[in-house]
């Protein structure tokens, strides 16, 4: 079994780790010939099924397994993950790969930073510090030393290389057998939502004014009610004993269903949704609505740091499931959404 790889997109994985680590703490990581996926179900919230093409983040992908298309799984603390990503943010270069210390599985990140600075010394050793991830702890290796020459005042270069490793544990096929998305209707309402960072905002503002206002424990989150039509309305609610408040967001587009993937269109939910909104879809019949977790919410949305667009799907009083896109390659390839979100629905 072996993983090796450069990172070509620091920035990237590390923003897209962190959106994930919001929502738990361990996630489990499937590497194959064809992607690399992150799969977060955690005991109570949203759970979140990602797929990032291997050469959106790597640059080279060294994978070996006897498991077919040489597939591996790992459970990874996503969020020491994140914190290991972050310290090589401004790296000069990094690796990862999949090793075994004191027969302790681990994904090991080599991070390479050069530096200049002036000074009189002749020779002068590369830092190299390694540092397990979360320990705070150093272990200078004093057989890794490189050196560089410099000349009176002139700058020279100065190369730290640092090494955080990551306990991670590896899963066998069979357990991982048994993990599957959640199956969902049929929409009934698809629209893109507007920039994260706005509805974060409004939502969070929804929050703080429903527990400023209510009677009950401010550990109890509240519930915000999401609705959309087929017609570009967004809206967001929030209702208390004293408070009743929502947000309208309107021009919102409408993804566009292909016809190869859906030739009954005239019978489709969000078809007869439109029907049912009137002729300026105000009727109440043609908006579907949700309700979530406010606190749930407000970490899903951190995934606004990362990307592009979003597509919402409405099932009314069931679920809302959101399609994420990150930014677009080198050739202006949007390709599929990375990251899938399944939010369950509260009763009223």
């Known amino acids: 079994m072996r993983f090796k790889s450069q990172i070509r997109n620091v920035n990237l994985l590390a923003k897209f780790c962190a959106s994930l680590a919001s929502l738990g703490q361990i996630a489990w990581c499937r590497l194959n010939d064809e992607d690399v996926q992150f799969t977060i179900i955690p005991d109570k919230g949203s759970q979140v099924w990602s797929v990032l093409r291997p050469e959106m983040i790597f640059d080279t992908y060294i994978l070996q397994s006897a498991s077919p298309q040489n597939t591996i799984n790992l459970e990874v603390p996503i969020q020491a993950l994140s914190r290991a990503l972050k310290s090589a943010l401004g790296s000069t270069s990094t690796q990862i790969r999949l090793t075994k210390k004191n027969n302790v599985p681990m994904l090991s990140l080599t991070i390479v930073t050069n530096t200049f600075s002036s ?94 206002t209510t009677k009950t424990s401010s550990s109890v989150s509240p519930r915000l009610e999401l609705s959309a039509n087929m017609y570009g309305s967004l809206k967001i609610s929030v209702k208390t004993d004293a408070l009743n408040i929502s947000s309208r967001w309107t021009g919102l587009a409408h993804p566009e269903l292909d016809p190869a993937f859906f030739p009954d269109m005239a019978n489709h939910p969000t078809t007869r949704m439109k029907e049912l909104g009137g002729p300026n879809g105000e009727n109440e019949a043609g908006w579907s609505k949700v309700r979530i977790d406010a606190k749930d919410w407000s970490r899903v949305l951190s995934v606004g740091r990362v990307c592009t667009k979003v597509i919402a799907c409405f099932i009314n009083e069931g679920a809302l499931v959101l399609y994420v896109y990150l930014p677009a390659d080198e050739h202006g390839d949007e390709g599929d959404p990375c990251l899938t979100y399944y939010i369950s629905s509260f009763d009223a």
């Open 119 to 212: 000074g009189n010394n002749v020779v002068a050793a590369a830092n190299t510090a390694r540092e397990r991830a979360g320990a705070g702890a150093f272990d200078f290796d004093d057989n890794d030393l490189s050196f560089n020459e410099t000349q009176g005042e002139a700058a020279r270069e100065r190369e730290t290389v640092i090494t955080q490793d990551i306990p991670v544990k590896v899963l066998a096929m069979e357990v991982v057998e048994r993990l599957h998305q959640p199956r969902t209707p049929e929409p009934d309402v698809n629209i893109c939502l507007p920039p994260l960072t706005q509805v974060k905002t409004i939502s969070e503002r929804f929050t703080r004014l429903a527990l400023a």
